[in-house]
């Protein structure tokens, strides 16, 4: 009666904490989506830049040559020129595939994080970091594979300007649009650039897991409290998890930019490497970080959010089981 009681509380508990983290998932992407539509336009190819001169010195015979460059427009001046041009709805395009989105998207990246690192634990040293990072890399391998044809649907969205008053699609209309000129392989689109993102995932979690484990080495431990975690704790992890996004989005990022410019309609970009070479040879290295700082914004806090909840589930979960 008991061992019944405990498995139906556990369930209970796995029930509800994966529908709170869902949920809380839900109303990040609510709140946080008007800074991804900005970080997908300053991606993009189609992002008006203001052209400048640049005086450059050092030539033969002393005199400057003055050279045409161009500027990369900041956040809030792409914030203002879409609610001058488009209206403040189009902020929010894209938010309905990325709700669809959120909760099998982190259900199936968890539950094959898990998967995987049980398979590797028993593979390799275990709770190793050659464990962690094989265990996201496969995690983040099968979520972008399964979850493409959803966020293919929402780039187009976010990319899609029309004058305030006129008509946009909706998702199931662009997602149709899709299929309808490109066929299956239109929503797949962008999917080797996501590929080569997982190494984001892995640096994350290899980091977040080692300062997870010198966070745990460090923690005081009174005799009376065991094994229990306080705020503190959780506090301590949501911290490790916006420094290892924080680093591993720095590093990683690039291939957002050739993602983004994968999925653009009718583009001249049609292959990870091409589409990189093409952007370094027309725009410069640093066309690979534009939108960057959107990007910091967003997903740091919500990073943290979702990594100090998982651990919270697994805590509780844990606790029940005794």
């Not at 995987?116 to 275990?126: A, G, L, Y």
């Not at 370094?280 to 990073?303: C, D, K």
Request: proline content about 4%; overall charge positive; glycine content about 8%.
């Amino acid at each position: 009666m008991t061992e019944d009681y405990s498995k139906d509380l556990t369930a209970s508990k796995r029930v509800s904490m994966v529908h709170s983290n869902t949920c809380s998932g839900t109303v990040g992407a609510i709140v946080t989506c008007p800074l991804e539509v900005i970080k997908t336009r300053l991606q993009s190819s189609g992002l008006t830049l203001r052209p400048v001169f640049q005086v450059q010195l050092g030539t033969l015979n002393g005199a400057g040559v003055i050279r045409p460059a161009s500027v990369t427009p900041g956040l809030l001046q792409v914030l203002r020129s879409i609610l001058e041009k488009e209206g403040s709805r189009s902020l929010f395009r894209g938010l309905g595939p990325n709700l669809v989105g959120v909760a099998p998207s982190r259900a199936i990246y968890f539950a094959a994080y898990s998967k995987s690192k049980e398979k590797f634990n028993s593979i390799f040293i275990p709770n190793s970091g050659l464990v962690h990072m094989s265990s996201a890399g496969c995690a983040a391998f099968v979520t972008n594979s399964l979850m493409n044809p959803v966020w293919m649907v929402k780039t187009r969205m976010q990319l899609e300007k029309r004058a305030r008053g006129e008509k946009k699609m909706n998702a199931l209309q662009c997602a149709q649009y899709v299929y309808r000129t490109e066929g299956i392989r239109g929503f797949y689109r962008g999917l080797t650039a996501s590929y080569a993102g997982i190494s984001e995932t892995m640096i994350c979690f290899l980091i977040y897991e080692m300062l997870k484990k010198h966070l745990a080495d460090s923690r005081f431990v009174s005799p009376s409290s065991g094994n229990r975690k306080g705020a503190s704790d959780f506090l301590g992890l949501m911290a490790a998890a916006a420094f290892a996004k924080g680093c591993a989005s720095c590093i990683a990022y690039p291939h957002e930019v050739i993602r983004t410019r994968l999925r653009e309609e009718g583009s001249k970009y049609k292959y990870f490497f091409q589409t990189g070479r093409l952007v370094f040879v027309e725009e410069g290295y640093t066309a690979f970080y534009r939108g960057l700082v959107p990007q910091l914004i967003r997903q740091i806090p919500n990073t943290a959010i979702v990594l100090s909840s998982y651990e919270l589930i697994v805590h509780l979960l844990g606790d029940a089981s005794h």
